[in-house]
């Protein structure tokens, strides 16, 4: 299937804690995204990467650095996981400003 | 810079009801316009796209206007279905490099 995949899709973990949230997509595109979503559904940008370079890197705390291996991975490690951290990620990948988005369905991670 | 604005929620509408979510924007070029659509414990799915004034995008029953004259991208759908209910999301882009997102509006369907 043709897609953009992310694991793990739910992440409970302690406060200190690192981990990783993989992405992959099989479509193609040059350009790929980390989103956040509150507990609101407010969503907000995090890093965009067009391939394999770095394009947006947002006022997000230097604890979160993405990597992206090549263009058709982007991957996101964070240290020292906080508690405000807690969120809904998501990778999403584009072909261009025309095509949209398609969204991974998302990791649910949960600082405790 | 680029924004959107959508109207807040929650909305909640009977089955085989009107549905209207409006979407206005702030863009200093011409943007491609879209709306997402995310069903509980899932991630958004394209659900239209408009990409110059005066396109309309459809799909499953919505449609969605390019008004570059009121910088409008109104969401609309003449009877709406229990299976509706979800999160909507405006959404902009100029250059493809980032999407510019509304804050969700919220329907919920009653039959």
């Known amino acids: 299937d043709t897609a953009v995949s992310q694991t793990p899709k739910y992440l409970v973990t302690q406060m200190g804690n690192d981990k990783s949230i993989k992405c992959e997509q099989n479509?193609?595109?040059?350009?790929m995204y980390w989103y956040k979503q509150d507990s609101k559904k407010f969503l907000k940008i995090m890093f965009s990467y067009n391939n394999k370079e770095l394009i947006i890197n947002e006022t997000v705390p230097n604890r979160f650095s993405p990597k992206s291996p090549d263009k058709a991975h982007l991957n996101l490690h964070i240290n020292s996981l906080e508690l405000g951290d807690s969120a809904v990620y998501f990778c999403a990948s584009s072909q261009g400003q025309d095509y949209g988005y398609t969204f991974g369905s998302g990791t649910r991670l949960t600082v405790v | 810079g680029d924004s959107v604005t959508q109207m807040e929620g929650p909305v909640t509408l009977s089955e085989e009801a009107f549905l209207t979510i409006n979407c206005t924007y702030t863009a200093t070029g011409y943007p491609s316009l879209f709306w997402y659509v995310q069903y509980p414990g899932e991630g958004l799915q394209l659900l239209l796209k408009?990409?110059?004034?005066?396109d309309k995008g459809s799909n499953k029953g919505f449609e969605a206007t390019y008004r570059k004259e009121t910088t409008s991208f109104h969401l609309e759908k003449g009877s709406v279905q229990v299976s509706d209910s979800a999160v909507y999301f405006c959404a902009l882009s100029e250059t493809g490099n980032q999407f510019y997102f509304g804050t969700g509006t919220s329907l919920t369907v009653i039959p």
């Open positions: 479509l193609g595109h040059d350009t």
């Open positions: 408009a990409t110059k004034a005066d």
